[in-house]
């Protein structure tokens, strides 16, 4: 297979054409789940918040076929968080992955191989995209149920590809599921405004109108919550603008728990927050990742009528820790669940080593579903010439 560097328009359609049209051969278009193809026109670009080289490469099998796709690129950042503080090349990260076959894939690992000795990377490390903290991963278990929102879904073949060139798994993880129509009574109370007052705390409401201002405030909390996380770097609050752009198209304003004292002032940092969205992947599927105006259409139209949901992220500022928020946000968001009729509420990305996330939905009757994982192979470094040698 031949490897060709993304370097004009077309060949930027046809990188983000290729996922859906492979999942359709292998008969997993209701499973894979795509990225928003607005995300890779500003990697391929650089026009996004995104400061570092991003380099897209596609695959061609013999006959002339493309038949696999990566992205390479770097993260300080991210290096940082990793452990990678030496001088020199960084870490060379890889997502965006797509393969018809494990034999497409094997050319595709091969070929990271080859580029980190060129660009002497320490190691390698993925599947991550140039979001602002790691997301992405691998799936290692051949779950039949279907990837989505905000995580990921791959063939089978995947894992025992890396496997056999040296990779090792990092940070196992595990999505979850919660029946809706199974959480514990206990668990799914509404929070009535009186108890809100008895433990000096009121609840903001969001809007659509109101959620740039939402993300402003959240980025305080959020940063503060996730700092001690291995995986998570500092988010700015361009990042996080761009990373919720386009979520007023999906979000139902009841999903989103956003909690401050009683007394503190409107535009104070929550809390507690949890947000959480109608899944879009079965829309996003069908437009192969374009958030265009026909995706938001449809999206609006259909909304009512997603009935699974999905918790992009959750957190408590540390000072108010174990103090109970949690459990009233949760309590919050359980009952506005079960009033809008939704079916399941799915869980992105909680690592093994987090146990006390997992209890929160393992107590509303949740189960775990895929586990993830990100692989990491580290490179051999270049002896340095002798006295003599030199």
């Known amino acids: 297979m031949r490897p060709r560097r993304v370097g004009s328009r077309a060949e930027l359609t046809e990188f983000i054409e290729l996922a859906p049209r492979l999942a359709r051969r292998r008969g997993e278009d209701e499973h894979y789940v795509p990225l928003f193809a607005s995300d890779i026109r500003q990697w391929f670009t650089g026009r996004g918040w995104f400061d570092q080289p991003v380099e897209l490469w596609l695959f061609d099998d013999a006959a002339g076929r493309t038949a696999a796709r990566v992205m390479c690129h770097r993260s300080p950042a991210l290096a940082k968080r990793l452990g990678d503080t030496r001088d020199g090349p960084p870490p060379l990260f890889f997502g965006a ?40 991963g691998l799936l290692t278990d051949a779950d039949p149920s279907p990837g989505f929102f905000d995580t990921a879904w791959n063939p089978g073949f995947h894992w025992p590809a890396f496997a056999a060139a040296g990779f090792a798994p990092w940070g196992p993880a595990h999505t979850w599921e919660v029946p809706v129509g199974t959480i514990p009574a206990a668990r799914a109370t509404a929070v009535t405004d009186a108890e809100w007052h008895r433990h000096g705390l009121r609840r903001r409401r969001v809007s659509r109108f109101g959620l740039r201002g939402f993300a402003d405030r959240l980025l305080p909390t959020l940063n503060a919550a996730f700092a001690d996380l291995p995986y998570y770097t500092q988010i700015s609050a361009e990042q996080l603008r761009a990373q919720m752009q386009g979520l007023s198209a999906l979000m139902d304003p009841d999903l989103i728990i956003d909690i401050v004292g009683a007394d503190d002032p409107d535009d104070a940092p929550p809390r507690c927050f949890v947000l959480v969205i109608p899944d879009p992947a079965p829309v996003l599927r069908r437009h192969g990742g374009r958030l265009g105006p026909a995706a938001i259409t449809e999206l609006l139209l259909t909304r009512p009528r997603l009935r699974d949901a999905v918790l992009i992220i959750q957190g408590t500022d540390p000072v108010h820790q174990g103090s109970g928020l949690l459990s009233l946000a949760i309590r919050a968001l359980n009952s506005a669940l079960i009033a809008g009729s939704y079916r399941r509420l799915r869980v992105t990305f909680i690592a093994e080593d987090n146990p006390a996330s997992a209890a929160v939905f393992e107590r509303s009757g949740g189960r775990r579903l895929h586990r993830l994982i990100f692989v990491d192979r580290g490179m051999p470094i270049a002896a340095q010439p002798t006295e003599e040698a030199r």
């Open 97 to 136: 992955l797509e393969a018809s076959d494990a034999t497409a894939l094997e050319t595709v690992i091969d070929f990271l191989i080859e580029r980190a000795e060129r660009l002497e990377a320490p190691r390698i490390f993925g599947p991550v995209s140039p979001l602002p903290n790691v997301t992405g």
